[in-house]
């Protein structure tokens, strides 16, 4: 089942002059490159340079405006795609009531007709699975997948570069523009089955997401490295069975030269499971750039390989000067002078975006960092143990020459009160071998030696950042540990950092409230989010007629009016199609727009949702399955799809909803018995 030719690009032969059905503005049609089913590419030429223009063929009984429609979404999905080894797209428009599109001309041999020469050198191989895994890394963080990852949608250009092509297939996630909700398999099968992956063929079920693309590629690559790729049969049940069930052939028993690494990457690849795959295509890339570098028989695998969050795809824009003040406010921590700041604004003004980002400037330094997201009814010192726990485990994974002295710096913050100290969480009991009861103490006294060791351990490392999202919500028991903590700050190299809404009270040393984004900040960041192209004045205002004056509405409003097809690239710039805008119905504010992921849910992911909401904000992996008695592997499937929706995401073992909003319908929407 492969996609038509010329879906998203096309490579260019010798076209011949052929009957032009259309005239295409500003364009002299040179010939045909290439015809599918349902569209036709011709070398074009504007101003002296040379594209592609793919033209909807005409087809009875078609509606043109759908058509029309499904033109301009493809070329403002693909316009939302910045990288070089991407075909981008350039003008989006209707001739003679037939859409087109206009994108680059990649000039070059497809992979297919070189493997077709013989296998290439496993140092050739590697450095295309560079520079296809860098391509396919822009494509998921954009929200795509590309689903139909082959040797014939990669061309290599004279050059000796790589550039993936044809997204016609593209399916989108949330995360990105137009994305949306899933919660099981809801896609026809597409893609070309000799390198789909078995849930993309149907034969597991599993959403198909990002992962599901790193599969292809690994059948790509075993295929560049061994002449052919790793499962042959004629028959299409058998083929299906193989991907979904047989052993991973291992490419060093057709070819002994595959250095040990690459066999591995290939393994990992392969794996059936999605989740024993690579999480990222940056991952893959990471451990491939090792290979790179010279050969390696023996490294670990996925060093660099993290589950990606959002806070990967949105840029921080318009909160420059308040971001300033918390770097000023952290400096003067480092130096000895602790302090609170509270971050205060509305939904989606940016306030954990904020944090996180001078979170992960305080771990660039070599700074503790302890931070957690409370939760409504969550049980006493949940954030402050979730906080804990988390850095706990992050030195737990640091390499041995850091991993041992941060493991000390524990343990004497702790001191003689480590009994006391490990009821702040089981990780740090077990590393200071305090899990026998701790002894009948007090409150009082579990409360000076919990604030004790978080400055003990600030001191000993210079400085460090202790920070709460929602903290709105936090519970009475952390409240007093942190009223003792501020107590002592004024000497300690310690800054408590809180997030929380407008209305929630402040006594903190500076408040940096969050203002709506100005229209010149919008623009900037419709820029940002669209692969740099100019947004109009028209977009713009309407944008902010609409509401969108934080970034994450202007991000989620985007996300819906891509979606309908009513934004497209031209020549530089974004054309809005404003008659459809105003008929566009949106929901009036942006946690409508946030809801809106959870409409495409199963009813068996809701219900699975529903529990986990019932826990927390985060929670283990296999705690709602195991509630409602839902096999691993069920459980697993619809948890992969409401990440894939952008309901869910990972944080170590653990997964936490996006959003509080979300977490909070779906309670909502359980009976009292049931929530019980």
Known sequence: MTSPAGSESAVAQNGRPDDVPVVLPGMQVIGELGRGAQSVVYRVRRDGSDFAAKVQLSRPGSPDAAASALFRREAALLAWVNHRGLAAVHEVGEAAGRPYLVMDLIEGSDLAALVSQGPLSPERVIDLGVQIGDALAAVHRAGLIHRDVKPANVIVQPDGRARLIDLGLAGRHAGGPGGRSAGARADPVVGTLAYASPEQSGALNR???????????????????????????????????????????????????????????????????????????????????????????????GQHDRPAGEHDLAPLLGRDDEYAELVAMWERA?????????????????????????????????????????????????????????????????????????????????????????????????????????????????????????????????????????????????????????????????????????????????????????????????????????????????????????????????????????????????????????????????????????????????????????????????????VLDVTAGAAAGLLDGARSAGVLEVRGDAFVFTHESLRSALLDGLTPGRRR
């Open 207 to 301: 959403p198909v997401d990002a992962r599901s693309d790193l599969y292809s590629l690994g059948v790509v690559l075993y295929e560049c490295v061994t002449g052919q790729p790793p499962y042959l049969a004629d028959d299409v049940g058998e083929l299906l069975r193989l991907h979904a069930t047989a052993p991973i052939p291992d490419p060093r028993s057709l070819r002994q030269d595959v250095p040990a690494g690459l066999a591995a990457i290939l393994t990992r690849l392969l794996a059936k499971d999605p989740d024993d795959r690579y999480h990222t295509a940056a991952g893959l890339v990471a451990d491939l750039s090792v290979l790179a570098v010279g050969p390696a028989a023996d490294f670990p695998l």
């Open 334 to 626: 480092r130096l000895g002078h602790g302090g609170t700041v509270a971050i205060r604004g509305g939904t989606g003004a940016g306030k954990t975006r904020l944090a996180y980002d001078l979170a992960r400037q305080a771990r660039d330094e070599g700074r503790p960092v302890l931070s957690a997201s409370c939760a409504p009814d969550a049980e006493p010192l949940a954030p402050l143990r979730a906080a804990v726990d988390a850095y706990v485990n992050a030195v737990a994974d640091l390499p041995g020459p850091a991993r041992i002295p941060a493991q000390q710096r524990l343990r004497d913050a702790a001191g003689a009160a480590a009994t006391l100290v490990g009821r702040l969480s089981p990780a740090l009991a077990t590393l200071l071998d305090a899990t026998a009861p701790a002894p009948d103490a007090g409150h009082e006294a579990f409360v000076n030696a919990a604030a004790d060791f978080l400055v003990d351990l600030a001191r000993a490392h210079d400085g460090a950042l202790l920070s709460f999202d929602n903290a709105h919500h936090l519970d009475e028991a952390t409240r007093s540990v942190l009223r003792q903590l501020t107590l002592r700050l004024d000497d300690t190299p310690l800054l408590l950092m809180t997030a929380a809404p407008d209305s929630a009270e402040d006594s903190a040393d500076l408040v940096v409230a969050l203002e709506p984004l100005a229209a010149p900040v919008v623009a900037a960041l419709v820029a940002a989010l669209t692969r740099g192209m100019a947004a109009s004045a028209v977009l713009v205002e309407r944008l902010v007629a609409r509401g969108a004056a934080t970034p994450l509405e202007v991000q989620e409003y985007l996300a819906a009016i891509v979606d309908a097809g009513l934004l497209t690239p031209d020549w530089g710039t974004w054309s809005v199609d404003l008659a459809g805008l105003e008929t566009l119905a949106l929901p009036g504010d942006v946690v409508g727009l946030i809801l809106r992921r959870l409409d495409g849910l199963t009813p068996e992911a809701r219900d699975l949702l529903s529990a986990a909401a019932v826990a927390g904000m985060c929670f283990a992996a296999d705690l709602p399955g195991a």
